[in-house]
């Protein structure tokens, strides 16, 4: 077994990534590729189908051309994105509609017409009923797109997440599948049964039919082939839930993962807490038994400076440290990119700039965006503390995690240390640990992710409360302003 390799795909809002690691959990071989996300409109993002599994397979086909002699695939792990919805033909595999990123807001009316109460929906799924998740936008989609509605009427439609429709091509349509923690994000699932919902599937016209197999997170996903290989699947999991394993966190520990969007999640074991304004969400499930995560998003991290460059306000994403540091007249800046997640869920509210001026300069509106970031975060842990769930110190993770300016404001308005992780390739080290501990593998000493030394509060007590009543002055002035 010590030859063999465990090659990891991470499939995401802006790169498809492969990431082959051998029997030690060591890097050998990595591939990018990058993703297009298409904005035809304010609130609309969409991804091109047949490009995400081509940027996917050309990332998979370098790694396979990159190890080295004698090395042989042991296992292959499926992480992705969650809650973008592909539509596609059973037949010939082609797309039939665009892939509706989860940052797209359209199914906005679908989702307010579905005759369930948030409660109702929040008890079920540990979601809410929101136009991010993928039920409203299969309503959607089958309502405006005519070769998407024909598919189904002929019984040749398939919908499900990116992780689904990578699987299916990757088995030449022999699996069509997923697991719970990719289901979830339809919006469909049953938490507690880890099974699709009757009255859901009812109440937003969707045919059980048209949906991926529900297995387990470590489970049979078929077989891969290619120019002589033939490598199991043997993993399908959400990104965010994938990095978790690569962070070694267990039952009580708390992470950030600041990318595309940011998420704080807390590992509840195997005890499933439902908590108003907060997501309950599936952890790993193996043939074993289930976890369960209580989770937090912010709808714009990465985003927002992708947003700012759009502007005209150029800087990569290397400068903002020095930026921030160059500062002198920060700005406030409510970076309601696709309205507010937790624990608000306001999806009226628009970005917001506060406190512009003549003096004001590139670094300062780069300080504000960093600000506001931290600041929502922070809304979501203390939130989360006022319900008895309270760490003492939070890992972090994603490519903005670099960002010694942003952890250091996160440090300081949450008082709490941060254990930043040097490993940016967190969901794929994640996925492949999970496919070679199911191959047997002792993976104890595995070289996932190292922590690098932890980022303590340097503002005192109370200056950071006062810091933080001012962020939350600021959030109430731009809650009355109109939409």
Known sequence: MNNKIFIALDQGSSSSRALAFDAQGRLVARAVRGVDTRRPAEGLAEFDAWALLAGQLEALFEVLKQLPPGAGAAALAVASQRSTVVFWDKQTGRPLAPALSWQDGRATQEAEQVPLSQEEVHRWTGLYKTPFYSAPKITWTLKNHPQAAQAAQAGRLCVGPVASYLIWHLTQGRTFACDPTQAQRTLLLDLSTRAWHEPLLSAFGVQRSWLPEIKHTVDDYGVFEHEG?????????????????????GPGGACINYGTGAFFMCHTGTECQIL??????????????????????????????????????????????????????????????????????????????????????????????????????????????????????????????????????????????????????????????????????????????????????????FAAEERYQQWHRFLAWCKQRPA
């Open 229 to 249: 290989w033939r490598i199991p699947i043997r993993v399908c999991i959400g990104d965010q839930q994938a990095a978790l394993q690569a962070l070694r966190m």
């Open 276 to 461: 108003p304004g907060l997501l309950t969400s599936p952890g790993v499930d193996r043939a074993q038994g289930a976890e369960y995560l209580l989770e937090g998003p912010v709808n714009a991290c990465g985003t927002v400076f992708t947003w700012l460059n759009a502007l005209g306000i150029s800087f990569a994403t290397e400068e903002v440290d020095a930026l921030c540091a160059a500062s002198k007249h920060p700005v406030q800046l409510l970076p309601a990119l696709g309205g507010l997640g937790a624990p608000y869920w306001d999806f009226t509210v628009s970005p917001v700039w506060a406190g512009l001026s003549p003096a004001t300069q590139k670094a300062d509106l780069v300080r504000g965006a960093v600000d506001g970031i931290a600041l929502l975060l922070a809304d979501i842990v203390f939130y989360a503390e006022r319900y008895g769930v309270k760490s003492r110190e939070i890992k972090v993770a994603g490519g903005l995690s670099k960002s010694r300016a942003l952890l250091q404001t996160q440090a300081d308005i949450l008082q709490t240390q941060l254990l930043p992780c040097a490993e940016a390739e967190s969901t794929a080290a994640g996925a492949a640990l999970l496919a070679a501990q199911e191959s047997g593998l002792d993976t104890q000493r595995w070289q996932t992710v190292h922590l690098l030394p932890a980022v303590q509060p340097q503002l005192e007590p």
